[in-house]
C-alpha cells in the first residue's frame, strides 16, 4: 500500500515535471526559473530547481540527478539560503546569473571577465549549468560553469585541480551536514607545490594525503585499478594540472562525494535495483594519517606499532617513540658525506613521501635521475616519475621525508640517499638479521625434533634388548661379499690419511685421495670415530651400494673394516664434484650448454634408478651440487647414498643432532616437519637443476632487488615471463630457446611447494629427454622469508636457507 502511494507520488511528480518543462534546458534573459520550476538536461539525465536539504527549512538552488532526487550534485546558494519560496534565478543581459529572494536582493550570483551577444544559462547533460553565447557550444567560450565551482560531488567530466594560467582551483569540499550543505571542515584538493599531489584536508592542516600520480595512480592508492564502470587521466603541464574521470558507459552512473564526515566515496547507480552502490571508500586506517610516523619513518598496518624508523635512521626522541608519540620522527644514524661519500638504498612497495617541495623531470632517466641528486647535496631521495614501461622521469626530493608508508602490494620504489659507511653497515646487518631469525625457526624446530628423537631413542632401545647379541642389520639378512681391504694397504694408498690428500669433509668423516699399489685411484671415506651408529652405517652402506650398479652412481670398489676403522673405499672421480664447476667462474665456462643438459640427464637417470629400478628403493636424503661427482668425460655419478636408509625413519643422528641434508636443499617439508619421500629427492633434484642453469648457489643465493633465494628468483622471472635472464652467461650461445625453458620449467616443476605437485623421476626423465607437454608449475617451496622481515628486510634477506652453516653441520 505504502509502496504504491509512493509510486502515486512519483509519477504525479513526473506528470507535474514534464508539463512545466518538457523540453527547457535553457533560459535567456528574458526568462526566469522560478521555486517550483525546473531545467531538464537534454538527454534528462540531470535537473537544476530549488530543494530543501534533509530536515532543514532553508530553500537552495541545486541540481540533482533525474534518476535519485535526494542526490543533490550541486548547490548554488551553499552558504546564502533562502528562507522561503521565493527565489527566482535569472541570467541577465551581461551574462551573469543572479539568485535573487522575495525583496529582489542578490543572494548569490556567478560572474564573468567577458560579454557576449546572446548570452544563455543552459543546464547540460553531464550535470555542468553553464553561461554561454546561445550559438557557441565550444566550452572553452564558456562564459561560467559550475564545474569550476564544485562542492561536494565531483562527477564525471568535472577536473579536480588547477588551471595554472588563471590560477582557478577546483576542489571538492563537503557539506558541513546532509542537512546543511554550506562548506564544512574537509576539502579535497590537488595542492600544486612541487610534484603536484591530492590531498584530503580537514580546515587548514592535511589530513591524509592520496599523494602523487605515478601515471597509474596516485601514490597512496594501490589498489586503484582500471575497471569497467569509469577511465580516468592525469594531466599535469604548463596550463593545467587535473584528474578527471569519464564513464566508460553514460547510462552507467558513478561520482564521487566528500561526505561532511571527511570520507571520500565513490558510488555506482544501479539500474535493476534503483539504488546507489557504495563503489569504493577511501582508506580509513592508521596509516593514513598524515606524517603520523614523523620524519625519515614509515608506517606500515602489518606491523605492530605501526611506525618504525627508516633503515639506517634513529628515533629523534627514543622517550617518546617508545610512548607512541611519533611525531618527532627519526634521525640518520649516520650523517651524509655529500658527493662521492654518499649512495642510494632502494625501499621497494612503498607511498612516495610528501612531494610538495619536491623537483621532477619527465624525461630524464633513473640513472640520471640518480646523477641529479648526488650532485645536489640537499637531495635526499629520488624516485621515477611514472612507473608504467619500467619506469621514466625522475622526482628528486630535498629535505625530511614525510608520510611514507609501506605495502604489501602496489608500492613503488623510493631511492633513498645514504653515507656509504652505512649502507655497507646495513648490508652486513640485514644478513645477519635474516641468520637470527632463521636461528630462531630453526631452533624451535630442533626443539621438536629433539622431542621426537627422545621419543624414538626409547623406541629403538627396547626394539635393540630384542636384538643384542647379533649383528644383524635390518635388510642384511643375506652376507656381503665384497673385497676387504687392508688397513695397511689403505694407509700406504693415502700416505697414511696425510692432510694432503685430503679431498674433503664429509658428514661421516674425512674423505682422501689415494692410490693402490696396483696403481688404481680411489677415494677412501674414513668414518668418524666419533660416529655412534658407525659400524652399521657402515655396513649398510657397503651392502647396499655393492647392490647398486648404474653408470650415474659412484662404484664403491670394496671396504676396510679394521682396528676400529670403518672406511668405504670407491672409485675415484678426477673432475672432484659439480659445486667446483658451476659456482666457479673460470672452471664453468668448460660446461657448455649440451654438458650442463648432460649433467642435468644423467642426474635424473642416477636418482630415477634409486627411486624406481634399483631392487631396494633407495631415497637419498641429502642430492646436492657436492655429491654429484664429474668423471672423466664431465658424465655425473651420485654419491653418498648409502647413509641415509640405515636412518629408518630417524633422521637425527642423536649425538650430534646432525639433521641429515643439507639447506639449501631440502624440501620444505623435511625441514619442517621431518617428513621425508621420494618427493624431496625430487625437490632436491630442482635446486640442483636451477643452480646447473644459473651458476649460483641456492644457499648463498643474494640478489640486490629483492628478498627471496634462488628458487624465488627464478619464480619471480617465470612469472614475468623473462625466464631466460635466469640462465647463466657463461653458458654463451651453446644454447636454444626452448631447450632453455624446458630446464627452467621442469627444475621449477621440481621444487614446487606441496610434494604431491612435484613430479617423481620417471616423468621427470621423460620431460627432459621428450617433447611432452609440461603442466604449470606452481609456487616454489621456501622461496620468500618469513613475513615478519621488515620493509627493510626486503632486501637484506640473502636466503632463507642461509642459516644451515651455523645451525647445522651440512656435510
Ligand atoms: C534579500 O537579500 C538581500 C541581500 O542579500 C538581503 O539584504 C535581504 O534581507 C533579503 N530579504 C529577505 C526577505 O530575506
Ligand atoms: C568570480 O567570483 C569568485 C568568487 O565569488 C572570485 O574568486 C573570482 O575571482 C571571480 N571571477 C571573476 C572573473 O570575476
Ligand atoms: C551501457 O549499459 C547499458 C545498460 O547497462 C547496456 O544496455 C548497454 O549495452 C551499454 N552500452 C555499452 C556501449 O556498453
Ligand atoms: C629534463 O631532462 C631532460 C633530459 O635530461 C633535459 O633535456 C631537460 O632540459 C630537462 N628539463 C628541465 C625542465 O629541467
Ligand atoms: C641546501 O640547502 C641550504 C639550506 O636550505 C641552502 O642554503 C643551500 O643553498 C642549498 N644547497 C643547494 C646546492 O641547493
Known sequence: MKSFTHLFVFYSFLFSLLRISITQDTITPTQSLRDGGTLVSAGQSFQLGFFRPGNSNSRYLGIWYMISSEIVAWVANRDAPLSDHSGVLKVTGDGILVLLNSTNGVVWSSNTSRTVENPVAQLLDTGNL??????????????????????????????LGWNLVTGLERFLSSWRSTDDPSQGAFSIRLDPRGLPQVVTMEGDSIKNRAGSWNGLRFTGYPQFRPNLVFDYEFVLNE???????????????????ENPSGVGQRFTWRDRTHTWELFSTSQADQCESYGLCGAYATCNMNRSPVCSCLEGFLPKSPKYWDSIDWSDGCVRTTPLECNDGDGFLKHTGVKLPDTSSCWYNKSMSLKECEGMCLKNCNCTAYASLDVRGGGSGCVLWFGSLIDTREYSEGGQDLYLRMAISELEHLEKKRCSDKQKLVAIIVSSALLFVGMTIVALASYIWKKKLKTQGTTQISHGKEDMELPMFDLAAIANATDNFSNNKKLGEGGFGPVYKGKLADGRDIAVKRLSKNSKQGLNELKNEVILIAKLQHRNL?????????????????????????????????????????????????????????????????????????????????????SDFGLAKSFGGDQIDSKTNRIIGSYGYMSPEYAVHGQYSIKSDVFSFGVVVLEILSGKKNKEFCHPDHH????????????????????????????????????????????????????????????????????????????????????????????????????FEAR
Not at 241 to 257: A, E, I, M
Not at 747 to 762: A, F, K, T, W, Y
Open 130 to 159: 553553464v553561461v554561454k553565447d546561445r550559438n557557441d557550444d565550444n566550452p572553452e567560450n564558456f562564459l561560467w560553469q559550475s564545474f569550476d565551482y564544485p562542492c561536494d560531488t565531483l562527477l564525471p567530466e568535472m577536473k
Open 554 to 638: 659412484v662404484k664403491l670398489l670394496g671396504c676396510c673394516i679394521q682396528e676400529n676403522e670403518n672406511m668405504l673405499i670407491y672409485e675415484y672421480m678426477p673432475n672432484k664434484s659439480l659445486d667446483f664447476f658451476i659456482f666457479d667462474q673460470a672452471k664453468s665456462k668448460l660446461l657448455d650448454w649440451h654438458k650442463r643438459i648432460n649433467i642435468i640427464r644423467g642426474i635424473a637417470k642416477g636418482l630415477l634408478y634409486l627411486h624406481e629400478d634399483s631392487r631396494l628403493r633407495i631415497i637419498h636424503r641429502d642430492l646436492k651440487a657436492s655429491n654429484i661427482l664429474l668423471d672423466n668425460n664431465m658424465n655425473p655419478k651420485i
Open 239 to 257: 596550463k593545467e594540472v587535473y584528474y578527471r574521470f569519464k564513464l566508460l558507459n553514460t547510462s552507467v552512473f558513478s561520482r564521487y562525494l
Open 708 to 807: 627471496v633465494n634462488l628458487l624465488g628468483h627464478a619464480w619471480n622471472l617465470w612469472i614475468e615471463d623473462k625466464p631466460m635472464e635466469l640462465i647463466d652467461e657463461l653458458v654463451g650461445n651453446s644454447c636454444t630457446l626452448s631447450s632453455v625453458l624446458r630446464h627452467i620449467h621442469v627444475g621449477l616443476l621440481c621444487v614446487q611447494q606441496r610434494p604431491e605437485d612435484r613430479p617423481n623421476m620417471s616423468s621427470v626423465v621423460q620431460m627432459l629427454t621428450s617433447e611432452i607437454l609440461l603442466p604449470k608449475p606452481k609456487q616454489p617451496g621456501f622461496f620468500t622469508d618469513s613475513p615478519t622481515a621488515d620493509f627493510s628486510g626486503k632486501h637484506g634477506t640473502c636466503s632463507a636457507n642461509e642459516i644451515s652453516n651455523t645451525v
